[in-house]
């Protein structure tokens, strides 16, 4: 699939870089693609893998990745012609949160999944991605079993074709956790693998899950 990447800092060089090894074509993007911080990325993902602007990432991809930090998101969306959004499946990996003094939400009452879901009301927007580690988003293996990954959002085909990738990025238990108010849910349990990665000193930490 062609997936176009809103963002082109460590979870877009990670993703486009893990996508386009799997065999999908991959745009991701920046302020400035010609910047020289990004010619390693582009060598090492290799040539279905390119840099642009957010504009034509956007209209490249038939799924969008938004991998953007809080503070700049909504304006960057809102530079996008909504022609090149519309129907489209857009994964949400953002997290609305603060680091200074301890990590902690910056929204109550909502998440940064329903916002981005109210921005683009023309979208199908799927949450995931957003708990773990840009270091181990791609490829996360763990001696200890089999991580999950978890999504929610409104559009159960996309939700399909967001597996679908996650399956190719290597997440092979995936768990829906329903509509895109669980981005709530998802945004709390990435706090507890932060704090954990803090507690245990490691660099990537992921759930599993045991069930009867
Ligand atoms: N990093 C992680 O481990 C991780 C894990 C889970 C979720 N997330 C979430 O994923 C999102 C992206 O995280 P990240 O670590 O990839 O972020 P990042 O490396 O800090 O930045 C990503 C991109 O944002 C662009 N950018 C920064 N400020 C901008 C501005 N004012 N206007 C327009 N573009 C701007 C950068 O642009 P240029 O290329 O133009 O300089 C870069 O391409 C965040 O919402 C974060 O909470 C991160």
């Known amino acids: ?18 996508l386009a090894m799997t065999g999908h074509r991959v745009l991701i993007s920046s302020r400035d693609p010609h910047d020289p911080k990004h010619s390693s990325w582009k060598q090492e993902a290799g040539e279905s893998a390119g840099i642009s602007s957010f ?30 959004l519309k129907n489209k499946t ?45 270091k181990i988003m791609s490829r996360p293996t763990f ?26 990025l290597g997440w092979l238990r995936i768990v829906d956790l329903g509509d895109n108010r669980q981005s709530r849910l998802q945004e709390s349990i990435m706090l507890a693998c932060v704090i954990s990665e803090i507690q245990l000193q490691s660099p990537g930490s992921a759930f599993t899950l045991l069930t009867h």
């Not at 929610?152 to 190719?168: C, E, H, W």
Request: net charge negative; proline share 5%; with cysteine.
């Open 90 to 134: 857009v994964i949400d990996v953002n997290n609305a949160v603060h680091f200074d003094n301890g990590p902690r939400l910056l929204l109550v009452d909502t998440s940064a999944g329903e916002i981005v879901q109210k921005l683009l009301p023309e979208c199908h927007v799927v949450k995931t991605l957003n708990t773990v580690s840009d």
């Open 55 to 84: 504009n034509d990432a956007a209209r490249f991809g038939e799924i969008i990745i938004i991998a953007l930090p809080w503070s700049c998101l909504k304006d960057v969306v809102e530079t996008i012609d909504p022609v090149y």
């Open 1 to 18: 699939m062609n997936i176009g990447i809103l963002g082109a800092g460590n979870v877009g060089k990670t993703l486009g870089k893990g």
């Open 143 to 168: 001696k200890e079993g089999t991580p999950i990954m978890f999504i929610s959002g409104n559009n159960i085909p996309s939700k399909s074709q967001v597996s679908a990738l996650l399956t190719d």
